[in-house]
Structure formats: C-alpha cells, structure tokens
C-alpha cells in the first residue's frame, strides 16, 4: 500500500552557536490552545515538503477544509491524495492496480481533519513536549492506537508547521508546511476524484 502521504520527518532547525546569545526556549503550548487553534482552521492552503518512508522527497499543494477534506498535489508527478466522504484515496500512476482507497477513521490525518478536535481527551495525546522553540504533540486514536500516529509541530503563536504520521506499518511520512493561506474559498470540485 502506497501511504506516502501519511508519514513526515522532523526538519531541522537551524542552531546559532559561536558566541551568540540563543534565545530562551518558548513554553509549551496548552493543549487546549493547540485544540482551539485546530478546530479554528477551515481552509487551508500550503506548499508542502514531503519526505516519504524511502527518504526520497516530493513538493507539491496541499489543500485542507475541514472537516474531512484534504487534496495533496504532487509537483512534476500525477500522484494525487484526496480526503473527502470518509475515505482516502491514493491516485499514483506508477503503483498497479488503479487508486486505492482507505476509511479516512483508520489514517492519523483524521485527527487533524476531525469536526471536533479535542486533544485533551484520555489516551488521545501519547507525547507533548517543547523542542527548538516548538511545541511537540503525538497523538493517536485512543480507540484504535493500531492505526498508528501523528506527530505534529507547532511554533509560537499557534501555528502548524508540520507533521510525521506513523502508519500501522510503523512508516513514517513527514510533511513539512510552508506558508499557510488560511480562510479562502477552495471548491468542492478539488476534493472529488475524475
């Protein structure tokens, strides 16, 4: 199975040493702040850096409105990622078999796509700590922590900048945000599948 959209490695930040004074480590963010901000964000649209479970890196556009829809683009590639109606579904020219499609529920993604997210509900947050001025959350579905997790990065004010999704295989993908436009009218049409 193709999950090249569901797993993202860390990036790494940039570290001034040489004398120079290095700013104070930033407090974490409450987890009911990071939930507020989540359940705030209706569109979304990004560049994004993917680094796949192989260590090669794609580009490309991803598309979020929520809840439940998310459309990843592909730069120099026709591979798709779409979310929308419950289900997942992986569009890659090179794979056989035609599109594969999974429940959106047994993918992390859904976490940050749900319609109410609560990161303060028991067994939901495994991991939540503060790292180079970022705020750190793993989370997982507390029902079925076999379907694996998300790691996502936060920075001070509120804003995610990234995040590693585990599958159930224990691949990890990250995706690694540019600038978020945030609130604009993104079509249904971008969420369906021709």
């Known amino acids: 199975m193709n999950r090249r959209i569901f797993a993202f490695a860390p990036a790494a930040a940039l570290v001034l040493s040489l004398g120079l004074a290095v700013p104070a480590l930033a407090a974490k963010i409450p987890l009911n702040e990071i939930s507020r901000y989540l359940n705030s964000l209706t569109t979304v649209t990004a560049e994004f850096t993917q680094v796949n479970p192989d260590g090669t890196i794609s580009t490309g556009t991803v598309y979020i409105r929520r809840p439940g829809r998310v459309r990843f683009e592909y730069n120099n590639d026709k591979t798709l990622v779409v979310a929308s109606g419950g289900n997942v579904t992986i569009v890659d020219p090179k794979s056989n078999g035609g ?6 529920s047994k993918t992390p993604l859904s976490i940050i796509l ?10 939901m947050v495994t991991g939540y700590t503060e790292a180079k001025n970022s705020t750190v959350v793993t989370a997982q579905d507390p029902a079925h922590p076999e379907y694996g997790n998300i790691q996502m990065v936060f920075t001070s004010p509120t804003e995610l900048r990234q995040w590693v999704v585990t599958d159930d295989a ?3 993908t990250t995706v690694i945000l540019g600038e978020m436009r945030k609130g604009g ?7 369906v599948l021709r």
């Open 185 to 191: 009218a993104i079509p249904d049409s971008k969420f």
């Open 170 to 172: 224990g691949q990890k």
């Open 99 to 104: 599109p594969q499609s999974y429940p959106l």
């Open 114 to 123: 749900a319609r109410n997210v609560d990161l303060g509900r028991a067994n």
